[in-house]
């Protein structure tokens, strides 16, 4: 895995005052993406040990709330090892602070088709707190919408949805729910990417 940038005092990916960590790399290729000069895995720098001390050190200080993941797709399996040791790190050190995490991957993609392969993913979604997910789609953008891009995304609060085994808002209605659009081909969303998520690959 590798790393974009460390935001150090992030207001816009979530509540408060938050750390914000880009990886490198998206095979998402979303139309409109803010964010696409990240797509190229090669980009930015190699994620070391010292990295994650340096997130700790700044995810520590009393002003901030929690800590981001996004990208760059944080979910895409060349990120995943990289991503369970930074949650992993946080939730043992940090235990107060919550944790975001965007994905251009659905919820239920995850669970039915990635979490099998990739078992990772589902640790790494039992230690997050909120998922954003869904490609971001510019026919949806909405500006006013709170910490996402298009009204197709979702701010999943994780331990109520597996709790009550149905997708639980971690935002009030007039900012979550009551502004979603259901894609109406939401099933094929994942198409250009399942066969290699199916089949796997070398990491």
């Known amino acids: ?3 974009s940038s460390i935001k150090k005092t992030d207001v816009a990916n979530g ?10 790399g998206c095979r998402h290729l979303c139309k409109g993406c803010f964010n696409s000069d990240i797509w190229d895995f090669k980009k930015g720098e190699e994620f070391t040990e010292n990295d994650i001390e340096e997130i700790l050190c700044l ?4 002003y ?18 990289g991503i369970l040791k930074i949650v992993k790190s ?7 602070k919550d944790i975001w995490c965007f994905t251009g991957f659905m919820y239920e993609y995850i669970l039915d088709v990635m979490i099998p392969i990739y078992p990772e993913i589902g640790e790494i ?5 909120v998922l954003i997910d869904g490609r971001f789609e510019i026919d949806y953008l909405d500006l006013k ?12 609060d994780l331990r109520k949805t597996e709790k009550s ?3 639980v808002w971690a935002l009030p209605p007039e900012d979550g729910i009551d502004k979603y659009v259901e894609l109406k081909d939401r099933e094929l969303m994942e198409k250009s990417l399942d066969r290699i998520i199916r089949k796997g690959f070398q990491r």
């Open 90 to 96: 946080l939730r043992e050190k940090l235990p107060n």
């Open 59 to 62: 995810a520590g200080k009393e």
């Open 145 to 156: 919408l709170k910490f996402r891009g298009s009204k197709n995304q979702r701010v999943i």
């Open 15 to 24: 509540p408060g005052i938050r750390v914000s960590i880009f990886v490198s």
């Open 125 to 129: 979604l039992s230690l997050v707190d």
């Open 1 to 3: 895995m590798r790393l």
């Open 165 to 167: 085994n149905e997708i």
């Open 64 to 81: 901030i709330q929690g800590v981001t993941l996004l990208g760059g797709e944080p979910l895409d399996p060349m990120n995943t090892k």
